[in-house]
């Protein structure tokens, strides 16, 4: 069994950094593509930023060029350093490990409120 756990959401001034950790616990087999989705009330689910088993990256255009996607491996976690943060991307951020066959995992998720 797989459990992600979220951790480094909180309050940023607009232009502030954050830093959101998933630490994945459990082990899995084959390829895989970490994602970092974002939800805000009312709204659906969105794709914001993922990192495939062999290294590639996609971003939401909303935030390339200002987030970035890294892991570490050893530690089975992956990042998500937020840069420039605009009122826009407060919302709820969750972390997703999907595997062949159709089996993902779900993190609880971490608050990010930018404001000033």
């Known amino acids: 069994q797989v459990q992600l756990v979220e951790s480094g959401g909180g309050l940023v001034q607009p232009g502030g950094s954050l830093r959101l950790s998933c630490a994945a616990s459990?082990?899995?087999?084959?390829?895989?593509?970490m994602v970092w989705y974002r939800q805000t009330p009312g709204k659906q689910r969105e794709l914001v930023a993922l990192?495939?088993?062999?290294?590639?990256?996609n971003y939401a255009d909303s935030v390339k060029g200002r987030f970035t996607i890294s892991r570490d491996t050893a530690k089975n976690s992956v990042y998500l350093q937020m840069n420039n943060l605009k009122p826009e991307d407060t919302a709820v951020y969750y972390c997703n490990l999907a595997l062949g066959g159709g089996n993902d995992y779900w993190g609880q998720g971490t608050q990010v409120t930018v404001s000033s």
């Open positions: 459990g082990s899995w087999f084959g390829p895989y593509t």
């Open positions: 990192i495939r088993s062999g290294g590639g990256t």
